[in-house]
């Protein structure tokens, strides 16, 4: 099995942090950084090799990861000389793709089962499987409903639920065909692209532990958590 690492991000909304660091090399505790986290769960998945897509201070994240054979894995780069989006690094690299293949974000903390998100991938033969999450909005407003400059009905600080993407995918190679490499494409633009062709995304509903360190009280709750959650992460560790 083989997965696909988006690391090439700036960290914007995580700095000072990433100042100095790429974001998926940032500490979580006293030992781990996020993105050997990472490594060390796909390996215990099952999973054989890595491509780490790298940008914003690259070269540290392979010097400090190397070929991937501390943790069991066959690792492999591929440079973004620009921006590319979140997928569109992968249009540079389908040519060394297996058919299907684990896309995700270096900055997961997550206990998802990777190998079973492929797995299910492959079983329902949609061209893009999504792990999705489960999120409560609280809205701290009475919300209108108008209509005709009338209001037509009200609620008082509802709460909305919905799924998120928790930035983790099963990909098919050939939903790429047609996007031409080089040139940048969002997650965002193949799912409305899959939508219009009438091509649906599988959902892979998740209910364990996931948090997206994005921003700074992300990253203060993960250390703060990551003590006590460290055997779910790290099984064996």
Known sequence: MHAVILAGGKGVRLRPYT?????????????????????????????????IAIGHLGEIIRAYVGDGSQWGLAVDYASEESPLGTMGPLLTLRDRLPETFLVMNG???????????????????APLTIATYARKVHIDFGVLTTDASKVVAFTEKPSMDYR??????????????????????????????????????????????????????????????????????????
């Open 164 to 237: 998120v993407s928790m930035g983790v995918y099963g990909l098919s190679r050939s939903t790429l065909d047609g996007y031409m490499p080089g040139l940048p494409l969002g997650f965002d633009e193949l799912v409305l692209d899959l939508l219009e062709s009438d091509n649906q995304p599988h959902a892979y509903e998740f209910a364990g532990y996931w948090l997206d360190i994005g921003r700074p009280d992300d990253y203060d709750r993960a250390n703060a958590e990551f003590t006590t959650r460290k055997s779910l992460l790290l099984k064996g560790a």
């Open 107 to 125: 900055d997961v903390l997550t206990d998802l089962d990777y190998a079973d998100v492929l797995a299910r991938h492959r079983a329902s033969g």
């Open 19 to 51: 100042t100095a660091l790429p974001k998926p090399l940032v500490p979580i505790g006293d030992q781990h950084a996020i993105l050997e986290i990472v490594l060390r769960q796909l390996s215990a998945a099952g999973f054989t090799s890595c491509t």
